[in-house]
T-cell receptor
Framework: AQSVTQPDIHITVSEGASLELRCNYSYGATPYLFWYVQSPGQGLQLLLKYFSGDTLVQGIKGFEAEFKRSQSSFNLRKPSVHWSDAAEYFCAVGSNTGNQFYFGTGTSLTVIP | EAGVAQSPRYKIIEKRQSVAFWCNPISGHATLYWYQQILGQGPKLLIQFQNNGVVDDSQLPKDRFSAERLKGVDSTLKIQPAKLEDSAVYLC?????????????FGPGTRLTVT
């Protein structure tokens, strides 16, 4: 069965520092992978997605993620974090044969000045 | 374009009471989803509609939860009777079509507290 693990419950970074949020998935075939961001009181917003092709995916707000099949990972990165990036980040995996989404438990990001 | 609308934004009820949530998807979106997000967890799909038909309701607790999507547009999710463990944020999302290649757009959610 599909599952997603986000090992880091909470991360704190300084503004301007680089960021990497970890995501590991379990899926038997080629997964569809997503990163969503959820700001307080807001709905989930899609940052980026991977279906196939280039394993380095560019998203909105300066985020990118790299699909590594050998490590079953899809880590999210940003070279320089802004205070407005403070939010909850969710990794999700979907099947390419159905519509089911499986979300990780999320990583809460705090940005300090 | 207008986003996914949900109401109410907050609801507090006592256990064993009933409650209903409303969702208005983005115009023209055929697929509608209801998710339950318990504090500290990721969203969990409860039910998916394609137009006014149910595609997947395998994780919907059917003894107390029900949902409908009349005329393939708006949708309501009902809980009757509510239990303490139903305290969560209920998210509605819509997409143009079913399938992973279509982005899901999420509403702001309804925060339910059951006391």
């Amino acid at each position: 069965a599909q599952s997603v693990t986000q090992p880091d419950i909470h991360i704190t970074v300084s503004e301007g520092a680089s960021l990497e949020l970890r995501c590991n998935y379990s899926y038997g075939a080629t997964p569809y992978l997503f990163w969503y961001v959820q700001s307080p009181g807001q709905g989930l917003q899609l940052l980026l997605k991977y279906f196939s092709g280039d394993t380095l995916v560019q998203g909105i707000k300066g985020f990118e993620a790299e699909f590594k099949r050998s490590q079953s990972s899809f880590n999210l990165r940003k070279p320089s974090v802004h205070w407005s990036d403070a939010a909850e980040y969710f990794c999700a995996v979907g099947s390419n044969t159905g519509n089911q989404f499986y979300f990780g438990t999320g990583t809460s990001l705090t940005v300090i000045p | 374009e207008a986003g996914v609308a949900q109401s109410p934004r907050y609801k507090i009820i006592e256990k064993r009471q009933s409650v209903a949530f409303w969702c208005n998807p983005i115009s023209g979106h055929a697929t509608l989803y209801w998710y339950q997000q318990i504090l500290g967890q990721g969203p969990k799909l409860l039910i998916q509609f394609q137009n006014n038909g149910v595609v997947d309701d395998s994780q919907l607790p059917k003894d107390r939860f029900s949902a409908e999507r009349l005329k393939g547009v708006d949708s309501t999710l009902k809980i009757q009777p509510a239990k303490l463990e139903d305290s969560a944020v209920y998210l509605c999302a819509s997409s143009l079509h079913a399938g992973q290649s279509y982005e899901q757009y999420f509403g702001p959610g309804t925060r339910l507290t059951v006391t």
